[in-house]
T-cell receptor, first 114, second 114 residues
């Protein structure tokens, strides 16, 4: 069954701790994205990647880091430099071409600072 | 640059009545347009897309959307609303021939009353 898997579904972080959110896709998509969702603010782009070993900062990259060592995987690390990390995080993927351009999303990870 | 506006934060409709969720867009070239639905604590689910062709696009769960180039709009519609349609709806745009990254609106909360 093809799709995008995010884990964990819920994550709790202590002050000063780094945490890593997992995102795996088996859709053979080249492009992958991370978004942050806060109430009333829609989706804000954190990082994106269109090829292995290459990624670009989005609109709110400060305090976050990513890697793209495999086509299928695009993990996001929320570092201690991110001062307000409590949010819902969404991973997505899409084709790069114009035939099926829609993005597909994982089920999200809700991160809470305790 | 590309952008999307969803002018209504919330839409209320009675069950059985038709519903419309509004979306307007701005792109420099020709648009790819998308609608997604999000249920609480879940990822976004793809509903439908416009790439080219007929201005009326049919999608999942009885939803449809009408592309209007002169008004740069892509409103989501359904002839008869269900209580189970209550959710958050996002419109998104990509610029054909431009960036592959979709831009999302802020979302519209649809509430269908029994």
């Amino acid at each position: 069954d093809g799709g995008i898997t995010q884990s964990p579904k819920y994550l709790f972080r202590k002050e000063g701790q780094n945490v890593t959110l997992s995102c795996e896709q088996n859709l053979n998509h080249d492009a992958m994205y991370w978004y942050r969702q806060d109430p009333g603010q829609g989706l804000r782009l954190i990082y994106y990647s269109q090829i292995v070993n290459d990624f670009q900062k989005g609109d709110i990259a400060e305090g976050y880091s990513v890697s793209r060592e495999k086509k299928e995987s695009f993990p996001l690390t929320v570092t201690s430099a991110q001062k307000n990390p409590t949010a819902f995080y969404l991973c997505a993927s899409s084709q790069l071409g114009d035939i099926n351009p829609e993005a597909f999303f994982g089920q999200g990870t809700r991160l809470t600072v305790v | 640059a590309q952008s999307v506006a969803q002018p209504e934060d919330q839409v209320n409709v009675a069950e059985g009545n038709p519903l419309t969720v509004k979306c307007t867009y701005s792109v420099s070239g020709n648009p790819y347009l998308f609608w997604y639905v999000q249920y609480p604590n879940r990822g976004l689910q793809f509903l439908l897309k416009y790439i080219t062709g007929d201005n009326l696009v049919k999608g999942s769960y009885g939803f449809e959307a009408e592309f209007n180039k002169s008004q740069t709009s892509f409103h989501l519609k359904k002839p008869s609303a269900l209580v189970s349609d209550s959710a958050l709806y996002f419109c998104a745009v990509r610029d054909l021939g431009g960036s592959y990254i979709p831009t999302f609106g802020r979302g519209t909360s649809l509430i269908v009353h029994p």
